[in-house]
T-cell receptor
């Protein structure tokens, strides 16, 4: 069974541009959540999707958005990139989406560098 | 707001030794989940062990075990017979029962196993 796949692995953008990151969950998983990891702020929750609906959102500006498709694949978008958006973006998927502490399976992340 | 604190930025031990990583957390909730995740250089976050707060029995997974002290809000990870492959960043994380996968993370402990 394939794991969580995130593409691309690495991305370089310049300030002001926008970027779209992709996450394909494990087959059968319906919940996808996103996290940002930086050396300064550590790991922070961005948002979570279940059955194409955003159920929870972290404390990030509106420039960060996401969506989930009917096949459970998810994308996150960051518009008007800032230097501080440079980070490793991790995606995780879960099976039943009950939000009850189930095991999260993580991808290897997308390393975004903003110049 | 919930917080998770890992007071040891870095630890190193000899192969085959036992090591304990510390984690404390702050919450007003009575029902929640606690996790230890491992992040090797591949960047993929891997679940090491999970504890449900309503269970008094400490979780164990092979060489990994936790010491969960609910009243003290402490959740330490013990690694027995440490192996070179255990070298990684270790993160302690907290999740409310109905938070829809909003994990609150500690800053991490870099664990180095020396041959």
């Amino acid at each position: 069974k394939a794991g969580v796949t995130q593409t691309p692995r690495y991305l370089i953008k310049t300030r002001g541009q926008q970027v779209t990151l992709s996450c394909s969950p494990i087959s059968g998983h319906r919940s996808v959540s996103w996290y940002q990891q930086t050396p300064g702020q550590g790991l922070q929750f961005l948002f979570e999707y279940f059955s194409e609906t955003q159920r929870n959102k972290g404390n990030f500006p509106g420039r960060f958005s996401g969506r989930q498709f009917s096949n459970s694949r998810s994308e996150m978008n960051v518009s008007t990139l800032e230097l501080g958006d440079s980070a490793l973006y991790l995606c995780a998927s879960s099976l039943a989406g009950r939000g009850g502490g189930e095991k999260l399976f993580f991808g290897s992340g997308t390393q975004l560098s903003v110049l | 707001a919930q917080t998770v604190t890992q007071s040891q930025p870095e630890m190193s031990v000899q192969e085959a030794e036992t090591v304990t990583l510390s984690c404390t957390y702050d919450t007003s909730e009575s029902n929640y989940y606690l996790f230890w995740y491992k992040q090797p250089p591949s960047r993929q976050m891997i679940l090491v062990i999970r504890q449900e707060a309503y269970k008094q029995q400490n979780a164990t997974e092979n060489r990994f075990s936790v010491n969960f002290q609910k009243a003290a809000k402490s959740f330490s990870l013990k690694i027995s017979d440490s192996q070179l492959g255990d070298t990684a960043m270790y993160f302690c994380a907290f999740m409310e029962v109905h938070s829809n996968y909003q994990l609150i993370w500690g800053a991490g402990t870099k664990l180095i196993i020396k041959p």
